[in-house]
């Protein structure tokens, strides 16, 4: 092979290289922070009430099932599960819905809050063949303070927010919010505590 053609080979493998780099970014594949768990913490009361009202969908499942392996399809799943389950359902609080403060439930009716919001997607991801052990509800602190709920999908390119104020799905570490804490791979019955240094601020009255 003369010099010249040597030459271009070397600058094709580059260019490919390149370009397949570019497309493992572009699914959140490329140098992503995982979350980070510390502890077991106490679950919360709208999931404890959850799992008493459906003990089938909290029976311990394996976390071997996960993470999920991170490929254009997988990532079109979660874009699009998002988008039309907040697209369907409207936010309404669980004081004005169902007059009690905290209340866990799919929103089959078309109304729910932000728990109701990420249980629906849950529900429907694990439908279309996703492991519930990647499939995690998670708590977390909006800038302002106020608590806030999402559903992270574990993948092996990252760990995945699917939000009802956000209609992309972004990588935990790309959200404004404070990780607070986060279901078990095994069972909704079960949390942990998130080790999440980034800061919350609180809107002066």
Same mark, same amino acid.
């Given at each position: 092979?003369?010099?010249?053609?040597?030459?271009?080979?070397?600058?094709?493998?580059?260019?490919?290289?390149?370009?397949?780099?570019?497309?493992?970014?572009?699914?959140?594949?490329?140098?992503?922070?995982?979350?980070?768990?510390?502890?077991?913490?106490?679950?919360?009361?709208? %999931?404890?009430?959850?799992? &008493?009202? !459906?003990?089938?969908?909290?029976? $311990?499942?394996? /976390?071997?099932?996960?993470?999920?392996? *991170?490929?254009? /399809?997988?990532?079109?799943?979660? $874009?699009?599960?998002?988008?039309?389950?907040?697209?369907?359902?409207?936010?309404?609080?669980?004081?004005?819905?169902?007059?009690?403060?905290?209340?866990?439930?799919?929103?089959? !009716?078309?109304?729910?809050?932000?728990?109701?919001?990420? *249980?629906?997607?849950?529900?429907?991801?694990?439908?279309?063949?996703?492991? %519930?052990?990647?499939?995690?509800?998670?708590?977390?602190?909006?800038?302002?303070?106020?608590?806030?709920?999402?559903?992270?999908?574990?993948?092996?390119?990252?760990?995945?927010?699917? $939000?009802?104020?956000?209609? $992309? &799905?972004?990588?935990?570490?790309?959200?404004?919010?404070?990780? &607070?804490?986060?279901?078990?791979?095994?069972?909704?019955? !079960?949390?942990?505590?998130?080790?999440?240094?980034?800061?919350?601020? &609180?809107?002066?009255?």
């Amino acid at each position: 092979m003369t010099k010249r053609l040597m030459g271009l080979a070397a600058v094709c493998a580059a260019l490919c290289l390149g370009a397949a780099g570019q497309a493992a970014g572009e699914q959140g594949g490329h140098g992503f922070q995982p979350i980070a768990m510390k502890s077991n913490t106490k679950t919360p009361v709208g %999931a404890r009430q959850f799992c &008493v009202e !459906r003990p089938g969908e909290c029976q $311990d499942v394996s /976390a071997g099932d996960g993470p999920v392996r *991170l490929t254009i /399809a997988s990532r079109r799943e979660l $874009d699009a599960v998002n988008r039309s389950v907040n697209d369907a359902v409207t936010a309404v609080t669980d004081q004005d819905y169902y007059g009690q403060r905290e209340v866990w439930t799919y929103p089959d !009716r078309g109304f729910g809050d932000c728990e109701d919001f990420a *249980l629906e997607k849950r529900r429907e991801l694990i439908r279309q063949g996703w492991p %519930a052990s990647a499939l995690r509800m998670a708590l977390v602190r909006q800038r302002n303070g106020e608590a806030h709920a999402v559903l992270v999908a574990n993948t092996d390119g990252g760990d995945f927010v699917l $939000d009802n104020l956000e209609a $992309d &799905v972004l990588d935990w570490s790309q959200t404004s919010y404070k990780f &607070v804490k986060i279901s078990s791979p095994q069972t909704l019955n !079960r949390w942990i505590e998130i080790e999440d240094e980034r800061v919350v601020w &609180v809107a002066s009255k």
